[in-house]
Each structure stands twice: as C-alpha cells, then as structure tokens.
C-alpha cells in the first residue's frame, strides 16, 4: 500500500474560494477566524473555553444518553460522552445528510478525518481531551437526495411519499432494497457482513435516524466517534433563545446579508438567507415560517401566531422550530463545545458567510477544515497507469488534456505548434514596427493577418492531433479505459461510489487503511495504492 499527497488545489477538483482558503488569501481572511493549524486550534481553546457552560455541558450529556438508549456503545465512546461533562473536554465536528447505506465514499473520509483529528490534537494537546463527533443531518427534508446508492454502477433506490423530516421517516419498503442488493453483494464473507450490516440497520429499527446511527456506530464506534441527532426536544430547548431572537429581529438574515455583499466581490455566494430561517417541524412535514408584517405563519398551512403565541410555542414546543442552512451551524455550536466544522467545499463555502452573524450572537466561530479526499487505485489499475506512464498528478488533468499530453508524448512526429506560432508572432512583430514608422493605418490590417493567421496555425494544429489520436486509438482506448474506471461521470470517485464496493473487496483492512492514511492537518489530497 502506497500513498500520495497532492494539493487540493491541483486536482481541479475544488473551487476558487477553497483555494483562497487554505493558501489564507488576502481576500479570504475577513470570513474566518482562525485557521485549520495547530496554531490556530490553540486559539480556539482559548475562546470556546471560555464560551461554553457547565449547564451546556450536562444537557448535552443527557441528550445523547437518552440518544443512545437501545444502542451498544464502545467503551471508548461511552468515555467520550461522559468526558463531555468536564472543562478540559471538546468535539471536534463533522455532518451529512442521512444517505442511505451511508451514501457516497465521502461520507467515511469525513467521519474518519474527524476521528484523526480528534487523536492528533490530543498529541499536541495532552492536557485535553478530544471527541470526533458526527452530526446526523435528521431534519433535511429532501428525500430525493439521500434515498439512493450506487453500487458498481447500480442504482439502489429506496421509494416512498412521506414529506418531512427524513430521520423520523420509518424504514418501510427497505427490505426491498435489501433484497436487490444482497442479489448483487455474492456470497463471501465481506459480502455477509454487508448484508447484516444492512438488514440489522434498516430492518431491524424503526425510523431511519435510528437506522443510521446503527450502521455509523457499527463501523467507528472503536474510534470512539459519538453520533448526536439534532432532532431533540432536550437540545432544541437551550437554542430556544436563538430561535427567538431569529424570529423577532431576523439576525441571520442582517448579518449574512452583509457578509455576502462582501463575498460576492470575490467569489461565487452558496446560499443566501432568507428574512427568517426557521422551519416549522411537524410529523410529515417541514415549512417555512414566514412573517407578513402582522402575523406569522407556516406556508403551506392555516398555522399562524401573533408575537407573543409564537413565543409562547417556541417555549412550549421548541423541538418543533428547525434551523435551515444558514442557523444550523449556529445550533451545533451552541450545543456543542465545538472547535472545528470538517466539511467538503460545498459546505465551507457557505460558513464562510456565517462568522459576522456568529459574532453578533456571541457564539465562537468555528475552525473550518477541509475534509480528507482520497482516490483509490487497486494494485490492477497502477499497473496500467505505469504502462501508460501516466502519474498520478496526471490522472487529474481532464480527460482531453490527458489523452492530448499521452499522444504527443507517444508521437514521432512534432504536434506541437508553440515554436511555428512564436515565430509567426515574430514576423508579424516586424509587421508592426514596419506599419508604426511608414503608414499607421496599415497596422489595422497588419494585426487582422496576424490575428487569422494564428487562428489557421491552431486550427491545424487541432486537425493534426486528432489524426493522430486515430493512428493512435488504442492507447486512446487504454486511456479513455482506466480514466473512467478512476474518475465515473469524469467525478470524483468519492462522490459517485458506495463504501461497499471496497468493503467487498478489503474488508475491515478498508477502513483501517483509510485511517492510517489520512491526515486531516496537512490539508492534501491523497491518492492509495491499495494492495
């Protein structure tokens, strides 16, 4: 087993705004505050410190005892949740939707960078204590996203009609899928272990929160990981004053409105708040609550409140009120004695917007890191890749660039017109200086020439590349192969495959090679040479 490390930022893989962020741009600066090192994390200690109560710490505990209710856990995470109680202790954090059979690769990468970082600040930071937590997205309510897996090119699909939050969705039609599925898996020992892991998740519990939490737990609870579900009347009532606030002076709303304003001059915005980002939570369903100037209402519905009704049912029922996008970070961090958010592009880019709305609310804005990457590479596909002298910051470059790069590479004749263009460029630069110092009109023309005459160059150059890409179809065909076999959909892997695939093939070795390889603080992509 060998692994690599890239930059992120040469894979071409990851937005403008996450580049500026781990390389700390100048114009990147303004929307955190400390940075993913361990500088940084000292930092962060600090402050959060400070921040978070003994009265938070003992509600969080009776939360996530009572969450665990029914479950086995590891010795190392029942020490977790109980060190929860003490000053010295903090969680280091990471979300995703509820997908089902954990959904794509990328779902392990986070939860296993959460678990390494947990242990290496315990290195540096002996005197504490670190907790890898892994917050279950419950409340989402967008089926349609997370009622699917992929597995070797097969769609497993999970249908139903229920509307609402999909933690609480009962697990009805999953035998189906269960079927289907183990058809596909075979009959070796990794494959019965997936197969159980599968019906004793979803078969055998009730709603599909409960069904996730078994299956996480089943595979990190000897890292000690602690899965919390946000969907809690117990946690929802210390955010209750947040709620409140968000409904009466539309924070969120203010602050991250501004904040975009600025981050716009740079950057593409993720999302964008509305006036209030609240959701009402009932048993099937999950709707806005929108304010009309005089009263409050949930659309979709005849639910409606004055001021004061409302606040009456904030504190009556706060498990009802549902952070959307833009307060659910601020929940988790008020419930959590959190130092860090690990997350993919796509969700840091929108805490970026957050920390001026965190500010006003005197909550710490949280460490944000990127989460570990990995592309696998099976012991088969890097003896391709070393017969067709491809490397692995090679293997990123987009398929046409690659095969461009591999047939000139493997030519005999020059398809490389750079040198014919610059001496072209030459001639017409004497052009120039000729039309400067005799008629200035004639440099119009002179530049037109110029302009058609490296058009036609590269219009050849094209031409001739292509001819030879069919005298050379079959290394074309060796590569087009084992780009898609690494890259499906010319995605990254991890965003296409299910954990199963691997499992079937490595078994438990999987995970524990993931977790051996990859380093959350170095803030690389890693590619593995599995064995």
Same mark, same amino acid.
Do not use: M, P, T
């Given at each position: 087993m060998k692994s690599t490390q890239i930059p992120f930022q040469k894979t071409g893989f990851f937005s403008n705004i996450m580049s500026d962020y781990l390389e700390q741009a100048t114009n990147i600066q303004p929307f955190y505050t400390n940075f993913s090192n361990i500088e940084g994390f000292r930092n962060q200690l600090k402050e959060k410190q400070c921040s978070f109560t003994s009265d938070s710490r003992k509600a969080l505990v009776a939360a996530l005892t009572k969450q665990y209710a029914g479950f086995v856990m590891s010795d190392k995470t029942q020490a977790n949740v109980d060190g929860l109680l003490q000053p010295t202790t903090f969680t280091v954090t990471t979300g995703h939707q509820l997908n089902l059979f954990t959904g794509p690769l990328y779902f392990l990468y986070k939860i296993i960078s959460a678990i390494n970082l947990a242990e290496e600040l315990h290195e540096q930071f002996p005197q504490y204590h670190f907790v890898p937590v892994y917050w279950m997205a419950t409340e989402d309510h967008d089926f349609d996203e997370i009622n699917f897996f992929n597995f070797k090119n097969q769609k497993n699909q999970w249908t139903r009609n229920d509307g609402? $939050?999909?933690g609480r969705f009962d697990t009805e039609g999953l035998d189906a899928v269960f079927e289907l599925f183990s058809n596909q898996l075979g009959t070796s020992k990794n494959a019965a272990y997936l197969k159980n892991l599968f019906s004793d998740g979803y078969l055998k519990h009730h709603n599909l929160a409960d069904a996730t939490r078994y299956i996480t737990n089943?595979?990190? $609870?000897?890292y000690g990981l602690v899965i919390i579900d946000g969907d809690d009347v117990q946690l929802k009532t210390s955010f209750a004053p947040y709620v409140i606030d968000e409904l009466t002076k539309q924070v969120s709303f203010n602050e991250v409105s501004k904040t975009i304003d600025e981050l716009a001059k740079h950057y593409k915005i993720q999302v964008n708040p509305r006036e209030?980002?609240?959701?009402?939570?009932n048993e099937n369903s999950r709707e806005r609550i929108v304010?009309?100037?005089? +009263?409050y209402k949930v659309n979709n519905t005849? +639910?409606?409140?004055s001021l004061v009704e409302l606040q009456k049912e904030v504190n009556t029922f706060p498990e009802r009120f549902s952070p959307n996008v833009i307060m659910r970070p601020l929940y988790q961090e008020v419930v959590l004695p959190n130092l860090a958010y690990i997350g993919g592009g796509g969700e840091l880019a929108y805490w970026l917007e957050l920390k001026a709305y965190f500010k006003s609310v005197s909550i710490p804005f949280p460490i944000l890191l990127l989460r570990?990457?990995? =592309?696998?590479i099976s012991a088969k596909q890097q003896r391709k890749l070393n017969s067709l002298d491809i490397s692995k910051e090679e293997l990123f470059l987009d398929l046409h660039e690659l095969l461009a790069l591999k047939v000139k590479e493997n030519s005999t004749i020059q398809l490389d017109f750079s040198k014919l263009k610059e001496q072209l460029k030459t001639q017409f630069d004497q052009l120039k200086e000729t039309a400067t110092q005799t008629d200035i009109s004639f440099l119009g023309a002179v530049n037109a020439q110029e302009k058609k005459q490296l058009n036609g160059l590269e219009k050849l150059e094209k031409r001739l590349l292509r001819a030879e890409k069919r005298r =050379?179809?079959?290394l074309v065909a060796r590569i087009t192969e084992i780009k898609n076999q690494l890259f499906p959909n010319q995605s990254l892997e991890e965003r296409q495959r299910n954990f199963a695939e691997y499992y079937l093939e490595y078994g438990a070795d999987f995970i524990e090679v993931l977790k051996k390889n990859l380093k959350p603080l170095e803030l690389t992509f890693t590619v593995l040479e599995m064995d």
């Open positions: 609402g $939050a999909v089943e595979l990190f $609870a000897e209030i980002n609240l959701f009402y939570l304010f009309d100037g005089k +009263i005849e +639910i409606s409140w570990n990457s990995v =592309q696998i =050379q179809k079959e």
